[in-house]
């Protein structure tokens, strides 16, 4: 079992950037799968990004390839979300969640961080 805390979310203008961090606990976050997910008011949760346990390969939604980079430290417990060129439509409450695998449905992974609101205005 593994316990996630996002962190990270804020304000900010329509082109800048965030970095979201998610902090796992236990001694087995190495083990699992991570991946970002989003959820805007009124909408269904959406897959971002999903990294490999060793990091070595990553999937991105259409709409984020090329702006958003998912990385992890195993050494630190913790997985990343670079965000850059932000848009008004990426606003959300974003969530890191862990699971065995390396997939995008939110249904195929196990563990869940409480969340983290993005606004993006413009």
């Known amino acids: 079992q593994v316990q996630l805390v996002e962190s990270g979310g804020g304000l900010v203008q329509a082109g800048g950037s965030l970095r979201l961090s998610c902090a796992g606990s236990?001694?087995?976050?190495?083990?699992?799968?991570m991946g970002w997910f989003r959820q805007a008011p009124g909408k269904e949760r959406e897959f971002v990004a999903t990294i490999r346990r060793s990091g070595n390969s990553t999937i991105y939604a259409d709409s984020v390839q090329g702006r958003f980079t998912i990385s992890r430290d195993n050494a630190k417990n913790t997985v990343y979300l670079q965000m850059n060129s932000l848009k008004p439509e990426d606003t959300a409450v974003y969530y890191c969640a862990a699971g065995r695998l390396f997939t995008t449905p939110p249904n195929s992974y196990n563990y869940w961080g409480q969340g983290t609101q993005v606004t993006v205005s413009s």
């Open positions: 236990g001694r087995t976050f190495s083990s699992y799968i």
